[in-house]
């Protein structure tokens, strides 16, 4: 199983390298990056990304292939983006990922160092920060990318009682309902895994991404088929014990 499920793997991504276009259903929270980017331009007001409280791992990874999407779209806009970080490796990392998008866009003057800062590695000193941020700078909209803990409503909350248009994705489900219930969007899941892949339609990640969604269905049906056939033929069939074995 293993071995059909990485060829099917293996043919997806040849496919796209190919130029094939492979369908992925629309993720809302993900085409709203634009509109909230837009609307941060028009009011005159700047956008914040905080890539979550956590050291450098798979889903502080995703937040920074999202940040530097968002970074492109605002150096297009010439929109500020304030960047409040929470350990000292992420920050450099935001700090070059600003730098290469900014440069990418056209417009390298658009990097301003000032506006990426590490807060703190105290989750509710790097949680006070984030809130002077919202207010002091009345930020318009405000993208929450990677791991939170119990930050997470403290951030979300204040966002939503300066206006600002919320955009918030991690894998974390104990964060989730607070992320639903002040945020315009929330992305969790596997649509959290699929943002990079999604934003940058690389044709290696857009291929993984669709191979693997096909070995999942795979495996589904195959559960499914295994229930009724269990369910029908009975588990007390010989055949069925000499499967089992």
Request: charged fraction near 15%; aromatic fraction near 10%.
């Given at each position: 199983m293993l071995a059909v499920f990485c060829l099917v793997i293996l043919y997806k991504i040849f496919s796209a390298r190919r130029g094939r276009d492979l369908y992925i259903r629309r993720i809302p929270g993900l085409n709203a990056i634009d509109e909230a980017v837009g609307r941060a331009t028009e009011m005159g007001r700047p956008?914040?990304?905080?890539?979550?409280?956590?050291?450098?791992?798979?889903?502080?990874?995703?937040?920074?292939?999202?940040?530097?999407?968002?970074?492109?779209?605002?150096?297009?806009?010439?929109?500020?983006?304030?960047?409040?970080?929470?350990?000292?490796?992420?920050?450099?990392?935001?700090?070059?990922?600003?730098?290469?998008?900014?440069?990418?866009?056209?417009?390298?003057?658009?990097h301003q160092p000032d506006d990426i800062r590490f807060l703190s590695d105290d989750q509710f000193a790097f949680a006070a920060g984030c809130v002077g941020i919202l207010n002091r700078e009345q930020i318009a909209s405000s993208f929450m990318f990677g791991s939170f803990q119990a930050e997470a409503l403290i951030l979300s909350e204040t966002g939503y009682n300066v206006g600002a248009m919320?955009?918030?994705?991690?894998?974390?489900?104990?964060?989730?309902?607070?992320?639903?219930?002040?945020?315009?969007?929330?992305?969790?899941?596997?649509?959290?895994?699929?943002?990079?892949?999604?934003?940058?339609?690389?044709?290696?990640?857009?291929?993984?991404?669709?191979?693997?969604?096909?070995?999942?269905?795979?495996?589904?049906?195959?559960?499914?088929?295994g229930i009724l056939i269990a369910s029908v033929l009975g588990r007390d069939h010989q055949w069925l014990k000499l499967l089992s074995m």
């Amino acid at each position: 199983m293993l071995a059909v499920f990485c060829l099917v793997i293996l043919y997806k991504i040849f496919s796209a390298r190919r130029g094939r276009d492979l369908y992925i259903r629309r993720i809302p929270g993900l085409n709203a990056i634009d509109e909230a980017v837009g609307r941060a331009t028009e009011m005159g007001r700047p956008v914040m990304f905080t890539p979550g409280y956590a050291t450098l791992s798979l889903s502080t990874l995703q937040a920074l292939s999202v940040l530097r999407h968002v970074m492109q779209i605002a150096a297009k806009y010439r929109t500020r983006v304030v960047i409040p970080t929470a350990d000292s490796v992420v920050f450099t990392i935001a700090e070059e990922i600003s730098k290469d998008a900014c440069s990418a866009a056209g417009r390298p003057e658009h990097h301003q160092p000032d506006d990426i800062r590490f807060l703190s590695d105290d989750q509710f000193a790097f949680a006070a920060g984030c809130v002077g941020i919202l207010n002091r700078e009345q930020i318009a909209s405000s993208f929450m990318f990677g791991s939170f803990q119990a930050e997470a409503l403290i951030l979300s909350e204040t966002g939503y009682n300066v206006g600002a248009m919320q955009v918030a994705g991690t894998p974390g489900v104990m964060q989730v309902p607070f992320f639903i219930a002040t945020c315009d969007y929330t992305i969790f899941g596997d649509e959290f895994y699929a943002a990079s892949a999604y934003l940058s339609k690389e044709p290696t990640l857009l291929g993984s991404l669709v191979g693997q969604d096909y070995a999942k269905s795979i495996l589904m049906a195959l559960i499914v088929l295994g229930i009724l056939i269990a369910s029908v033929l009975g588990r007390d069939h010989q055949w069925l014990k000499l499967l089992s074995m």
